[in-house]
């Protein structure tokens, strides 16, 4: 079975600050990665995902991410966050042959204050 | 622009009674998935369908049922609604390859159960 741990449920940063937003998993058999965000009042967005190649995944909005086998895990970075990176933020994995199956983590909120 | 689409934002109902949710998609996506969304717990998968009237269980099927009839509409059903329900629910869809798909998710429905 495969599972997902977010290790911070809240992560306050002032803006123009940097950010990592830690995601660690669980799995005995390969695993595809995605990061989802969720503005307030809305359904859930990719940020990005990785499936194979480069370890360095970049995203929408100025996010990357870097999957580390080794470790087990799949941070989230941005270099100078906004006000508007003001979210929750989902760390995912899916196994292949699944029929798209996400196991989530347990998600962390992103408040940048000015 | 894709659209995944969910009949109420927010919903009010009483002990007991059976409510559905409906959840429609408009990009002739195989599959279809109902989340629910608790603080702290990140989401978690009650039902999904692969395809026209299948469907499968996911984590937490236990008082939900789900049905299926056309590929683009996928209803959630609570047979007799309980306060442990109260909970955001999100519905998704994605294409059938769906372990390296990106889902695409609705707002999201608020449900109060009284």
């Known amino acids: 079975a495969q599972s997902v741990t977010q290790l911070d449920s809240q992560v306050p940063v002032f803006e123009e600050a940097p950010v990592e937003l830690r995601c660690n998993y669980s799995?005995?058999?390969?695993?595809?990665l995605f990061w989802y965000v969720q503005y307030p009042n809305q359904g859930l967005q990719l940020l990005l995902k990785?499936?194979?190649?480069?370890?360095l995944v970049k995203g929408i909005n100025g996010f990357e991410a870097e999957f580390n086998k080794s470790q087990t895990s799949f941070h989230l970075r941005k270099p100078s966050v906004h006000i508007s990176d003001t979210a929750e933020y989902f760390c995912a994995v899916s196994v292949r042959g699944n029929t798209g199956k996400l196991i989530f983590g347990q998600g962390t909120t992103l408040q940048v204050k000015p | 622009d894709v659209k995944v689409t969910q009949s109420s934002r927010y919903l009010v109902k009483r002990t007991g009674e059976k409510v559905f949710l409906e959840c429609v998609q408009d990009m002739d996506h195989e599959n279809m998935f109902w989340y629910r969304q608790d603080p702290g717990l990140g989401l978690r998968l009650i039902y999904f369908s692969y395809d026209v009237k299948m469907k499968e269980k996911g984590d937490i099927p236990e008082g939900y049922s789900v049905s299926r009839e056309k590929k683009e509409r996928f209803s959630l059903i609570l047979e007799s609604a309980s306060t442990n329900q109260t909970s955001m629910y999100l519905c998704?869809?994605?294409?059938?390859?769906?372990?390296?798909?990106?889902?695409?998710f609705g707002p999201g429905t608020r449900l109060l159960v009284l």
């Open positions: 998704a869809s994605s294409p059938p390859t769906g372990y390296q798909e990106t889902q695409y």
């Open positions: 990785y499936l194979s190649g480069s370890t």
């Open positions: 799995s005995s058999v390969s695993v595809y």
